[in-house]
């Protein structure tokens, strides 16, 4: 089984992919997919932080709230997570391509990978690879 920081990577790779094979078709399969991304790294930093690992979304949910150390992962994941779930259980409230590019994926996925970073130890580097692939991969869906 892939790590925390593979599985990542690969929920990354696809993201950029339905941003860039006409995400504005697709807003919440990014909302979704968005934050798939972030859940692993999340898991990842509440371990960093010498907490349990989350079992599910209720125990994540809990951890991030009850750790200061995360609270910029905190602010940022938790819209992602309603907006995924949303998109996934109420399809009729998820709103334009662009505002999920623009609301979740630049303004809460990529704070939340720089917060993920100062908790990644030597992993900075693939942190940065995967930040700038989906900035990369906004800023040519919504130049189009």
């Known amino acids: 089984m892939a790590g925390k920081l593979e599985l ?8 950029c992919f339905l941003i860039e094979a006409g995400g504005t078709e697709h807003p919440r399969w990014i909302q979704t997919v968005a934050c798939y991304v972030a859940i692993p790294l999340v898991d990842r930093a509440i ?3 010498g907490v349990n690992c989350p079992g599910d979304h209720r125990d994540r949910n809990g951890a991030l709230q009850r750790t200061n150390k995360l609270k910029g992962i905190h602010d940022s994941y938790a819209p992602m997570y309603r907006a995924s779930k949303a998109a996934r259980y ?8 662009e505002d999920a590019i623009r609301q979740l994926v630049r303004g809460r996925l990529i704070p939340l990978l720089k917060s ?14 995967l ?10 869906a919504l130049e189009s």
Do not use: F, N
């Open 8 to 15: 990542a990577e690969e929920h990354g790779r696809a993201l």
């Open 47 to 49: 371990e960093q932080c």
């Open 90 to 97: 109420y399809p009729t409230s998820s709103g334009s391509s």
């Open 116 to 129: 993920a970073k100062k908790h990644s130890g030597e992993e900075e580097k693939r942190i940065d690879a």
């Open 131 to 140: 930040m700038s692939s989906i900035i990369a991969a906004c800023k040519s």
